[in-house]
Antibody
Framework: EVQLVESGGGLVQPGGSLRLSCAAS????????MNWVRQAPGKGLEWVSS????????SYADSVKGRFTISRDDAKNSLFLQMNGLRGEDTAVYYC?????????WGQGTPVTVSS | EIVLTQSPGTLSLSPGERATLSCRAS???????LAWYQHKPGRAPRLLIF???TRATGIPDRFSGSGSGTDFTLTISRLEPEDFAVYYC?????????FGGGTKVEIK
């Protein structure tokens, strides 16, 4: 059974940093591209970042470029999102998702709140 | 980047009725790499359709996708109580797999 479990969310002050993790199981992690997607309160889904298998290609939404860094550790079946320079508008539930036919499997999400 | 516009914003229907949701792209979607998702509060989004018209594993056949190029449609033939949710389209054919703004299907 495919499982994706996010962790690392929480309350952080503006300008602060957080590192999100996504633990994957039930599939050959290294063979898949992966995505981070977020949903701010009362808003729709927003694609954040994608990383290809073997990390050869990475892309970011304009809203996070230069502040967020996506990475993966295939030996540990894990996906990461390092978030620096956090702003109020980054407050959201962050989901990791497996990239196949769009995103075919999603985690339950981890909430991030940026507030003083 | 390809911008997706979904309409209507909200659809008010009764169980048993047919729902037709639209997704229009600002430019042609490569190889019809267009997906539809269902999202309920507090739950993970669920992939319904990929490749514009292929149902994902386990998706009931009352859900169907159609369209090509810049105009795509998700149809729910007969709404079940569990189908009331927000639906998103997403193009995944280029480097920026953006989502549409969503259509909320609510109980009339």
């Amino acid at each position: 059974e495919v499982q994706l479990v996010e962790s690392g969310g929480g309350l952080v002050q503006p300008g602060g940093s957080l590192r999100l993790s996504c633990a994957a199981s039930g599939f050959i992690f290294r063979s898949y591209s992966m995505n981070w997607v977020r949903q701010a309160p009362g808003k729709g889904l927003e694609w954040v970042s994608s990383i290809s298998s073997s990390s050869s290609y990475i892309s970011y939404a304009d809203s996070v470029k230069g502040r967020f860094t996506i990475s993966r550790d295939d030996a540990k079946n894990s996906l990461f999102l390092q978030m620096n320079g956090l702003r109020g508008e980054d407050t959201a539930v962050y989901y990791c998702a497996r990239n196949w036919g769009g995103s075919d499997f999603w985690g339950q999400g981890t909430p991030v709140t940026v507030s003083s | 980047e390809i911008v997706l516009t979904q309409s209507p914003g909200t659809l008010s229907l009764s169980p048993g009725e047919r729902a037709t949701l639209s997704c229009r792209a600002s430019q042609s979607v490569s190889s019809n790499f267009l997906a539809w998702y269902q999202h309920k509060p507090g739950r993970a989004p669920r992939l319904l359709i990929f490749g514009a018209s292929t149902r994902a594993t386990g998706i009931p056949d009352r859900f169907s996708g159609s369209g090509s190029g810049t105009d795509f449609t998700l149809t729910i033939s007969r709404l079940e109580p569990e189908d009331f949710a927000v639906y998103y389209c997403q193009q995944y054919g280029d480097s920026f797999p953006l989502f549409g703004g969503g259509t909320k299907v609510e109980i009339k």
